[in-house]
């Protein structure tokens, strides 16, 4: 079965420094995988996407994320965190199998301190 | 472009009540999905639709939720009777391919 494990639950960074959220994942075949961001209140938005192809993905605001597949890993980064990039943000593994169900892990909370 | 629009975005109701949360996908988006939000169980998939066809509603609790798609730009997800452990957000996605999803800024439900 689908599933994605964030280990970190909340992680705070200070402006200007950079930031890596780590993502795991478990699917028997080749995943898809997506980062997406919450701000309070609001949808969910998405980051980007890795379906396949060059293991390095660039999203929007300045993200990218690196799919390992012997780590079975999905990890976000940015350089330099904003302190508008204070939200939540949530790996995603969608099959391209047997159906369209995505799976979202549990989530982790950025905090920006100045 | 207009996104995803869902109604109400906040629902208070008493336990035993009908409630109705309705949502109106992107345009031209064939998929839609509805999630709900919890502190305990974070997003979870409740039902999925291609082409107003209900696809997949193993993720629906129970029997006292059901969810429609009677035409390609309207959906209602109907929680009857509702109870307090109903409380959460719920969210309609809709999707182009069925993989990137584009989410609406979510019903929060609160049950009394």
């Known amino acids: 079965a689908q599933s994605v494990t964030q280990p970190d639950i909340h992680i705070t960074v200070s402006e200007g420094a950079s930031l890596e959220l780590r993502c795991n994942y478990s699917?028997?075949?080749?995943?898809?995988l997506f980062w997406y961001v919450q701000s309070p209140g609001q949808g969910l938005q998405l980051l980007l996407k890795y379906f396949s192809g060059d293991t390095l993905v660039q999203g929007i605001k300045g993200f990218e994320a690196e799919f390992k597949r012997s780590q079975s890993s999905f990890n976000l980064r940015k350089p330099s965190v904003h302190w508008s990039d204070a939200a939540e943000y949530f790996c995603?593994?969608?099959?391209?199998?047997?159906?369209?169900?995505?799976?979202f892990g549990a989530g982790t909370r950025l905090f920006v301190k100045a | 472009d207009a996104g995803v629009i869902q109604s109400p975005r906040h629902e208070v109701t008493e336990m035993g009540q009908e409630v109705t949360l309705r949502c109106k996908p992107i345009?031209?988006?064939?998929?839609l999905f509805w999630y709900r939000q919890t502190m305990m169980r974070g997003l979870e998939l409740l039902i999925y639709?291609?082409?107003?066809?209900?696809?997949?509603d193993s993720g629906m609790p129970e029997d006292r939720f059901s969810a429609k798609m009677p035409n390609a730009s309207f959906s209602t997800l109907k929680i009857q009777p509702s109870e307090p452990r109903d409380s959460a957000v719920y969210f309609c996605?809709?999707?182009?391919?069925?993989?990137?999803?584009?989410f609406g800024e979510g019903s929060r439900l609160t049950v009394l």
């Open positions: 345009s031209g988006h064939d998929y």
């Open positions: 996605a809709s999707s182009l391919n069925g993989r990137e999803l584009f």
């Open positions: 995603a593994v969608g099959g391209n199998t047997g159906g369209f169900k995505t799976i």
């Open positions: 639709f291609n082409n107003n066809v209900p696809i997949d």
């Open positions: 699917y028997g075949a080749t995943p898809y």
